[in-house]
Each structure stands twice: as C-alpha cells, then as structure tokens.
C-alpha cells in the first residue's frame, strides 16, 4: 500500500478516536435523561365508613329502625330509609337520593354524621298528594359517592 492510503486510514481512525473521546466525559445521554415522573394531587383516603344495611318502612320503633322491612308502600305513606353504617368518619355528609321511573330526583336529604362506630342515620319521604304509582329508588350517598341503594314500588 502506498503512503496515501495508511495516511487516510491513519486519519479515519484518529477521528474516530477523537469523536469517541468526546463525549466520553459525558456520561448522560441527554436524550435517556431520567426525568422523575410527574406527581398528581394524592387522592383522599377512602373513608372507613360503609353501610351495611338499608331498611326501607312505613314507620320507626323509638331507637330508629324500621318496623317492618318492606318494598311496596301505598301513595300517602311517608316512606322511611335507614342505614346501618360501621365504622368511623368525622363529619361525614350521608345523603339520600330518592329517585321516580328513569332516575328523576324527587328529593335529596343530607345529614353530617361523625360515628365511631356501628350507627343509624333515618331519612324519609311523603307526598301530601300522594305518590304516583311506579318504580322507585333510594341510594345512600357518602360524600357524593354511592354506597348503597335500594329499589322499592308504590302502588294505585
């Protein structure tokens, strides 16, 4: 080989040596940069406040629960939900949705409760005119979320 020849492969590998050789105090790729992932808002704890039991009557024994259980009531009852919760929360906003036929709201109740323990929270419901005869539905809410529902009927 002549001299050209080693002189260009001489100057081909000392370039390659030199490129090599700069960037080899870098040790990051700036494009496989570890960027910590994006922190999002921790959401609320779940309360530890459950129900249990909904009861659905036409009248209340003097604790607070349902006489009699039942699903069917006439139009001029004043219809009664209690929920049995366990557990323990501090202010807690329990509602009770009551719906008519496709999910109309024929009203919605709140209480603020704080147990500590197994309790009874009592909403209800009448219509001086009476209700329409039809397909009905209670839900138990606990700060906006759906902890139990209950589907019941009022008869012609």
């Known amino acids: 080989m002549n001299r050209i020849t080693f002189r260009t492969i001489g100057l081909a590998f ?3 040596v030199a490129l090599a050789a ?9 494009a496989m940069v570890d960027v910590p992932p994006a922190t999002s808002a ?6 530890a406040l ?3 039991e909904l009861k659905l009557g036409r009248a209340l024994n003097a604790d607070g629960t349902v006489v009699e259980d039942r699903d069917e009531f006439a139009p001029m009852d004043t219809i009664y939900a209690v929920a049995h919760t366990t557990g323990t929360a501090t202010g807690a906003a329990l509602t009770a949705r009551w719906t008519y036929g496709d999910g109309q709201v024929v009203d919605e109740s709140s209480q603020t ?9 009592e909403f209800h419901v009448s219509k001086a005119s009476g ?3 039809g397909e009905y539905k209670v839900s138990i809410m606990l700060d906006g979320r759906e902890l139990e529902s209950r589907d019941f009927k009022v008869g012609g």
């Open 14 to 16: 000392g370039l390659t």
């Open 22 to 30: 700069c960037g080899k105090g870098d040790t990051k790729d700036t």
């Open 42 to 47: 921790t959401p609320a704890p779940e309360s």
């Open 50 to 52: 459950a129900v249990d």
């Open 113 to 121: 409760i704080s147990p500590t323990g197994p309790a009874t929270t």
């Open 131 to 133: 209700w329409p005869a």
